[in-house]
DNA sequence: AATGAATGAGAATTCATTCAT
DNA sequence: TATGAATGAATTCTCATTCAT
């Protein structure tokens, strides 16, 4: 092993610290309460190195943001290139939202939280590639005939992204007197989300 | 008119432009980019008189979305008050949400943003209120027998509550290519949303 | 009983309520931290009515310093017209601050607290006065003839008043490990006090 | 000399810019008055520097006042380990205080102001030294038998280290109409202060 | 490649003081 | 006589960002 592949593992786990720093603080603190010196320490960085990859902090919390999203929109993508059923894909997609927020609660809270914030909007190209990914899933929702008549693109992305989202923070927030979640509640949640959409 | 009410008027509308710069302030930089100073330049009051009505910015601000909180509830419970079905319910306050939304986009704006931040919980006595509304609303449906399998206590707050308010910050942000919305519009997610809960 | 005479009374309560107040905390938070809202709350009138008695916190302040340094100057004055030996003048005044000092510790402390502040100086007319009796005690000293050498006005000033509003202040801030103090520590001041000037 | 070395003189520098500036706001305009933007500006060093070092205003004093009273402290300790007579110990302890009011008036007068303000206590280790350091003197000059009955402690460190500091500033203040010092005064107070404890 | 010293603009908050009533 | 609403300058402190090493 050379010392230039030496560096680049010690390189990707830095940022990798920086970048857990950086959700941890997030979701914590919220955008302007989370500093990146606190970033930096946690990271174990100093905070000029933070500097040499991130132009400034909002372009560190936007490719944070914009890499999560594409995670998630990667997966669909996979489930849609397997032919599978409208009922599959979002099963499959619900399934892997919980397992991220099983995973790292983190992860989600700050997807959670990002995505409702009115200074982060996706990057342009990534809200091109929702909305052909959202569009994709709709047509085959259209093809089988199942959607009831309210449903549209916008429901989609409301029903079968966003509230499995919003479920799990209202859990985390232990707003209705419940923590976290077991297989039923994902059954639950999967099974309403169909079910809101279809005839 | 004496000098007396002349007086309190003016108060008032300093009060209230205080309050209408803040939820401005809030939905366009967030809690920790609106500064306390940019609200009392734009309200045209002193800094100092700001603070001798809020604590601090975080008071001035939970107040602000309590009392907004509490307008929708209390839309609700008299919508309960008056024996109406879970249908009757549920749409006087999609009804009511997006004339509040019409009426003035900041203000759903704003109970957008801090409903789906972490720093921002709602007031303890509030959100029991929240739950007994909820359950009222639940208990109605349950009377009626008319729910899915699926849908519990948190559907409820989810989809009539949280769903619309999305709705409209998704055409507020104009992530699917549409900006506004009609009566149609309003319509279509009353009716989904009504769909999603029943059998 | 006329208007006028029971608006006095009135005033005089209002005004000794600030000055309480004042002297208050003045001492609990010193001169900068203490703020003249709160001494106009604590005496329970309005800022407003305090500014018409004082151009400013700084004259309230230094009045009372004036005021209390006066009271000690008069005792001393009536103690040297009553032809008294310098021992009694100085056993006189030694009882008379501990008399000041267990009546309200805070008088004490207020005026060891000014005295040392760079802040204020005495009054140009009080330091004249200050000056004038001072002198007439080193002149019954120095015509009993009962001085030691090393003694000179500024040693009666520093001996005779200020070490025993030190010792009191000692004693209060507990330094030495005894809080207040009993009729013997009294003599023995006083006693340390006649024989630091003595042959 | 090399980069380092004048990279930590500079530093070095810059502190104790500070650390003068501070003394000298603080004497001028007392702790409430002396503001850290003017310490900084004084320093010609940036507020954000000086905030590097000390974790906020009050540190900033304290710290420096300690270290001002640890060098009296060490200066009389070095003097009892040399098995000083009493007058020994107290006229080295009168002959440092004042060569450090003609080194620099300031540190004399910051001494004084603060060791008289009830805002600053000593901190809580120092004081046991303080305590500590005057018993060892006691002893000592209990041991000789030199001191008169109303001699304790409490008087040792009113006597043989306030009012030494506090005929400076008497002085300083030009409270009596001198305003400096020669050697005889040195000298006087030496052996007032002797004569005061003596038998 | 990596650091962290240094900055300075700007944040939240306080407070002495004024003045219309 | 008495109030207290209103001010705005000043205060303490933070933090994103830069840059010399």
């Given at each position: 092993m050379n010392t230039w592949s030496f560096m680049r593992v010690t390189d990707g786990n830095k940022i990798e610290q920086v970048e857990k720093a950086c959700i941890t603080l997030m979701v914590q603190k919220g955008y302007g309460g989370a500093s990146v010196s606190e970033m930096a320490k946690r990271a174990g960085v100093s905070k000029g190195y933070l500097y040499r990859f991130y132009k400034n902090k909002e372009e560190l919390v936007q490719s944070l943001l914009t890499r999560h999203i594409d995670l998630i929109l990667d997966h669909i993508n996979n489930s849609l290139q397997q032919n599978n059923s409208l009922k599959e894909v979002i099963s499959f997609l619900i399934h892997y939202l919980f397992k991220l927020g099983e995973e790292n609660p983190d992860n989600i809270k700050f997807v959670y939280v990002l995505i409702h914030?009115?200074?982060?909007?996706?990057?342009l190209k990534q809200q091109e590639d929702i909305k052909k990914v959202i569009q994709r899933v709709y047509h085959i929702g259209l093809k089988q005939g199942?959607?009831?008549?309210?449903?549209r693109e916008e429901e989609i992305f409301s029903i079968a992204l966003i509230y499995p989202i919003d479920f799990m923070n209202l859990r985390f927030k232990n707003t209705f007197g419940s923590a976290g979640w077991d297989t039923n509640d994902i059954e639950r949640v999967t099974n309403f989300c169909i079910s809101a959409l279809r005839k």
């Open positions: 914030d009115y200074n982060f909007q996706f990057e199942i959607f009831n008549e309210y449903c």
